[in-house]
């Protein structure tokens, strides 16, 4: 089987820090490429991979400060992937929609992961054009705002297995990875650490369009001694700093549509926290790997109960259901159901 990956150009695959498409591309192709497939991936050029790369842009756009228009590359690597539609068996789409007007005149089987939200209502003119696309959710929470797509499969995320190693000792501080944003509420897990009495280390990155929220509403609450602001960190500093940590704090205030940093603790053995969001209730089982909260009380109640959770659990959980090698299986069950129905896509 002749395999497309097509990744989106903001971040290399894998990323040098922070971005969970980009990674998650990466463990699934590398993946793919470990069980003998013939993989083709359309990425960056600063991307590293063991399946053939056709690099589109010299480096990932999000640090190339020469970058104006990530537009163009975009769609520059559209014609890229097009102009080698007969080669493969099916073309695999993580660039959310871009592809679809194409896509769909092309006789070539082919399917798209969402990793983003669907909620927001343009979303809803759009979709209902390619409403027979088909199409795979990384939740199932995800598919609620467009439920009516042509679903193939809900494909949770999965990591290496040997990526992360298991730290059966609990921390002695609280742990926040990822993005300072409104919805993902860094505010919360600073309020949260100050009312139980533990610091909080908040290792994440600010992207320009959340200056002024880091500035106004976070920059002020650092001064708070319950904080350690540590930044953005990369994937050689992930292990230890969740590894080491009592609890992962995910207080976020949107539908996530997965939280690739949940099962990254728990392939740690770190227990998580998390508001009553999205994904969430489908990834951490409450009371057994985690707590799912719904209020700054609930959750300061659940890190009391935290070191009652038995950190093994945590690390089965992740080798049950969250590895790489599973992630990979699902997905080749949907290409194998894909290429067989040998069905043309038409907008409508």
């Given at each position: 089987?002749?395999?497309?990956?097509?990744?989106?150009?903001?971040?290399?695959?894998?990323?040098?820090?922070?971005?969970?498409?980009?990674?998650?591309?990466?463990?699934?192709?590398?993946?793919?490429?470990?069980?003998?497939?013939?993989?083709?991936?359309?990425?960056?050029?600063?991307?590293?991979?063991?399946?053939?790369?056709?690099?589109?842009?010299?480096?990932?756009?999000?640090?190339?400060?020469?970058?104006?228009?990530?537009?163009?590359?975009?769609?520059?690597?559209l014609e890229e992937v097009f102009k080698r539609a007969n080669f493969f068996d099916?073309?695999?789409?993580?660039?959310?929609?871009?592809?679809?007007?194409?896509?769909?005149?092309?006789?070539?089987?082919?399917?798209?992961?969402?990793?983003?939200?669907?909620?927001?209502?343009?979303?809803?003119?759009?979709?209902?054009?390619?409403?027979?696309?088909?199409?795979?959710?990384?939740?199932?929470?995800?598919?609620?705002?467009?439920?009516?797509?042509?679903?193939?499969?809900t494909v949770y995320h999965g990591l290496p297995e040997e990526l992360y190693k298991?730290?059966?000792?609990?921390?002695?501080?609280?742990?926040?990875?990822?993005r300072i944003s409104p919805e993902k509420r860094p505010d919360r897990a600073i309020?949260?650490?100050?009312?139980?009495?533990?610091?909080?280390?908040?290792?994440?990155?600010?992207?320009?369009?959340?200056?002024?929220?880091?500035?106004?509403?976070?920059?002020?609450?650092?001064?708070?001694?319950?904080?350690?602001?540590?930044?953005?960190?990369?994937?050689?500093?992930?292990?230890?700093?969740?590894?080491?940590?009592?609890?992962?704090?995910?207080?976020?205030?949107?539908?996530?549509?997965?939280?690739?940093?949940?099962?990254?603790?728990?392939?740690?053995?770190?227990?998580?926290?998390?508001?009553?969001?999205?994904?969430?209730?489908?990834?951490?089982?409450?009371?057994?790997?985690?707590?799912?909260?719904?209020?700054?009380?609930?959750?300061?109640?659940?890190?009391?109960?935290?070191?009652?959770?038995?950190?093994?659990?945590?690390?089965?959980?992740?080798?049950?259901?969250?590895?790489?090698?599973?992630?990979?299986?699902?997905?080749?069950?949907?290409?194998?159901?894909?290429?067989?129905?040998?069905?043309?896509?038409?907008?409508?």
């Open positions: 089987m002749r395999i497309a990956q097509v990744a989106p150009l903001y971040e290399s695959v894998p990323p040098k820090l922070y971005g969970g498409t980009e990674r998650v591309v990466s463990y699934l192709t590398e993946e793919l490429v470990k069980m003998g497939y013939e993989v083709i991936l359309f990425a960056s050029g600063d991307s590293q991979t063991k399946a053939k790369l056709i690099p589109i842009c010299p480096n990932a756009l999000r640090l190339d400060k020469n970058c104006r228009d990530s537009l163009v590359w975009h769609l520059y690597m099916i073309i695999h789409f993580h660039i959310e929609y871009l592809h679809l007007p194409l896509a769909t005149r092309y006789n070539v089987p082919f399917v798209t992961t969402v990793h983003g939200r669907l909620d927001l209502p343009e979303y809803v003119p759009f979709f209902k054009k390619f409403k027979n696309a088909p199409f795979i959710s990384i939740s199932n929470s995800q598919r609620k705002p467009l439920s009516w797509l042509n679903w193939q499969a298991f730290y059966s000792e609990k921390g002695k501080y609280l742990a926040f990875l990822g309020e949260i650490a100050e009312k139980f009495g533990m610091k909080v280390k908040i290792a994440a990155k600010v992207d320009k369009a959340d200056e002024v929220y880091f500035k106004e509403v976070i920059k002020p609450m650092l001064k708070s001694p319950w904080v350690e602001f540590i930044g953005e960190i990369g994937e050689k500093e992930k292990n230890e700093f969740l590894g080491n940590a009592y609890a992962l704090l995910f207080p976020i205030d949107w539908p996530e549509p997965f939280g690739l940093v949940m099962i990254e603790s728990l392939a740690c053995g770190t227990p998580v926290v998390a508001w009553r969001c999205g994904s969430v209730p489908e990834i951490i089982e409450d009371g057994k790997t985690g707590f799912i909260v719904e209020s700054i009380e609930e959750a300061v109640f659940a890190l009391d109960k935290v070191s009652n959770l038995n950190r093994e659990d945590c690390r089965k959980s992740f080798e049950k259901r969250f590895t790489a090698k599973r992630m990979a299986e699902d997905y080749l069950g949907v290409y194998q159901k894909i290429i067989s129905k040998e069905v043309l896509f038409k907008a409508v």
